[in-house]
C-alpha cells in the first residue's frame, strides 16, 4: 500500500476588523481586508491520508463521518495536492463547537492545508511531478491563499498573534502584524447557541452584496479602519482598537441586518452580552465586543480584569458556556507518533 500521513493543528481566530464580502466568487478572493486575533487554546486538529487503496474521500469530524462537509474538504484538496491525486482519510478534531461563528472553519482549512501539504511531501511515489514542485516550493504566505480559497478567514490562521489580510492586487497578502507575547490581550467567549449557523458565511456575503443598500459604503470605509486599527494595534491603545472594533463590527452586523432576507446571527443572549460589556466600560473597565456569524459574544479584555469579564458575562441570561484564551500561535505540524 502506498500511503503518506500527516497531522497539522490550526487555532481560530477572531476578526475585529472584519472580511465581508467577496471581490471575486469563483476564487473565494475577499472585498475587503481584515484584522484578527489569533487564539491559543481553541484548536482544530486535521489528520490527513492519501493511499492510493481508497477509491474515495471520507471525512469524520469529531468521530462522525460528515457527508455535508465533504465536497468543500475534497476541493481544498484538489488544489492543495492536484486533482489526479490518491483519495484521503481526513480527520478532524474540534475542542469548541463547530459552524456556530466561532471560525470552527477557519482552523479548519488552514490545518487542513497544512496537513495535506506535509502529506503530499511524505511519499512522492504517489503524487504527479508537478504537485511534488508546488509542494516543495510553497512557503505560509502560498498555504494560506490555499486556506483562503476554501474559508476566506482561514488564511489568518496560518499566522499567529494579531494578523492583517490584505485584498492584495491578485491574491492576498497575509502576515502576523504584531506577535503573540507583545500584546497580552485575552479574548473571552460567551457562548449563547450551540446550534449550527442558519445561513453560511459565504452565502450571506453574497446576499449583502446583491441586496443591503449599506454594503458599497461598508467596502469603501474598510481601509480608514484598517488604518486605525493597525496605528492602535503599533501603539498598543487598546481605547482606540476597542472604539474602530465595535464600530466595525458592528456595521457589518448592520450589512447583514439590510440584507434582504435579512440576516440575523444574534440572539437574546448575544444583546444581554452586550449590554453588561457596556456596563462594564461604562464602570471604567477595558473590554470590548466583537460577534460573528453567529450569536457568540467575545470579549477583548486584558489579563487583569479577564476573571471580571468572565464572572460578569457567566452571569448574564442566555449565556451557556464561558471560554477563555489568549493569543496563540500559527498553524503547525503535529507529530504523528
Ligand atoms: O471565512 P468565512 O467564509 O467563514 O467568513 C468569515 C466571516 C466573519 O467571521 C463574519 C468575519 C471574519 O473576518 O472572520
Not at 9 to 25: E, M, S, T
Not at 231 to 252: G, I, Q
Not at 264 to 274: E, F, I, P
Request: charged letters at 20%; aromatic letters at 6%; glycine letters at 6%.
Amino acid at each position: 500500500m502506498e500511503k503518506a500521513v500527516a497531522t497539522a493543528q490550526a487555532q481560530p481566530n477572531i476578526a475585529l476588523i472584519k472580511y465581508w464580502g467577496k471581490r471575486d466568487v469563483s476564487r473565494n478572493l475577499p472585498a475587503v481586508g481584515s484584522l484578527s486575533l489569533t487564539l491559543a487554546t481553541l484548536w482544530t486538529r486535521m489528520k490527513v491520508e492519501f493511499s492510493t487503496d481508497f477509491d474515495r474521500d471520507c471525512l469524520q469530524v469529531d468521530g462522525e463521518v460528515a457527508v455535508d462537509m465533504l465536497p468543500r474538504v475534497s476541493r481544498c484538496l484538489d488544489q492543495v495536492a492536484g486533482s489526479n491525486r490518491p483519495r484521503a482519510s481526513i480527520e478532524s478534531h474540534c475542542n469548541f463547537p463547530i459552524a456556530a461563528g466561532l471560525a470552527s472553519s477557519a482552523s479548519a482549512f488552514a490545518a487542513l492545508v497544512v496537513a495535506a501539504n506535509k502529506a503530499c511531501g511524505q511519499a512522492s511515489d504517489i503524487f504527479d511531478e508537478e504537485t511534488i514542485a508546488a509542494v516543495a516550493s510553497r512557503d505560509t504566505l502560498a498555504l494560506a491563499r490555499l486556506a483562503g480559497a476554501a474559508s476566506g478567514s482561514a488564511a489568518r490562521s496560518l499566522f499567529g498573534g494579531i494578523v492583517e489580510l490584505a485584498t492584495g492586487d491578485d491574491d492576498i497578502d497575509v502576515a502576523t502584524l504584531l506577535a503573540a507575547s507583545t500584546w497580552p490581550l485575552r479574548v473571552v467567549v460567551a457562548v449563547t447557541e450551540r446550534g449550527h449557523k442558519s445561513v453560511a458565511s459565504g452565502d450571506a456575503m453574497i446576499l449583502s452584496e446583491k441586496s443591503s443598500p449599506f454594503y458599497s459604503s461598508w467596502i469603501e470605509n474598510q481601509d480608514h479602519d484598517l488604518e486605525v486599527a493597525r496605528s492602535a494595534v503599533n501603539d498598543r491603545d487598546f481605547e482606540k482598537l476597542a472604539t474602530v472594533s465595535e464600530h466595525n463590527c458592528l456595521k457589518m452586523h448592520s450589512v447583514m441586518w439590510t440584507s434582504r432576507p435579512p440576516i440575523v446571527y444574534w440572539n437574546q443572549g448575544t444583546l444581554a452580552c452586550m449590554e453588561a460589556i457596556r456596563d462594564l466600560q461604562s464602570a471604567g473597565q477595558a473590554v470590548f465586543f466583537t460577534m460573528d456569524a453567529g450569536p457568540q459574544v467575545k470579549a477583548i479584555c486584558q489579563p487583569d480584569n479577564e476573571a471580571l469579564v468572565m464572572q460578569t458575562l457567566s452571569e448574564v441570561d442566555g449565556v451557556e458556556t464561558i471560554m477563555s484564551s489568549g493569543l496563540g500561535a500559527a498553524a503547525c505540524i503535529l507529530d504523528d507518533a
